[in-house]
């Protein structure tokens, strides 16, 4: 199963739920952790953006209603980087549902 991400270090028990250019959300089904994988064509290292698939629902839906209610999707500066506002807004936001760690790798995952 899902052959097209072979590797050393790619493990059975991690299931693709999507991707992000090509990098792969992935589904452990040891823990339920969601993980997030930047990888080249044959390293995968990975890191924890939730607990669970509810978690990552909750903190998608924090970023939509960020993203197009808050910031009318003018989330970038006139150097096209992410603003810092939107990072502030959306950061302030996750506590509520992340931990610290995958709060910063959530956040890393969406908007670089």
Same mark, same amino acid.
């Given at each position: 199963?899902?052959?097209?991400?072979?590797?050393?270090?790619?493990?059975?028990?991690?299931? @693709?739920?999507?991707?992000?250019?090509?990098?792969?959300?992935?589904?452990?089904?040891?823990?339920?952790?969601?993980?997030?994988?930047?990888?080249?064509?044959?390293?995968?290292?990975?890191?924890?953006?939730?607990?669970?698939?509810?978690?990552?629902?909750?903190?998608?839906?924090?970023?939509?209603?960020?993203?197009?209610? @808050?910031?009318?999707?003018?989330?970038?500066?006139?150097?096209?980087? @992410?603003?810092?506002?939107?990072?502030?807004?959306?950061?302030?936001?996750?506590?509520?549902?992340?931990?610290?760690?995958?709060?910063?790798?959530?956040?890393?995952?969406?908007?670089?």
């Amino acid at each position: 199963m899902q052959n097209c991400y072979q590797s050393e270090n790619w493990k059975d028990t991690w299931f @693709v739920i999507a991707d992000i250019h090509s990098d792969p959300l992935i589904l452990d089904s040891r823990n339920g952790k969601i993980l997030f994988s930047r990888h080249d064509m044959s390293n995968f290292t990975s890191v924890e953006i939730a607990n669970n698939f509810d978690e990552f629902l909750n903190s998608l839906k924090i970023y939509v209603f960020e993203y197009y209610i @808050v910031f009318n999707e003018k989330i970038l500066d006139e150097t096209y980087e @992410v603003k810092n506002e939107f990072v502030k807004a959306l950061r302030n936001k996750l506590q509520k549902v992340l931990n610290p760690t995958q709060i910063s790798n959530f956040i890393y995952t969406l908007t670089y």
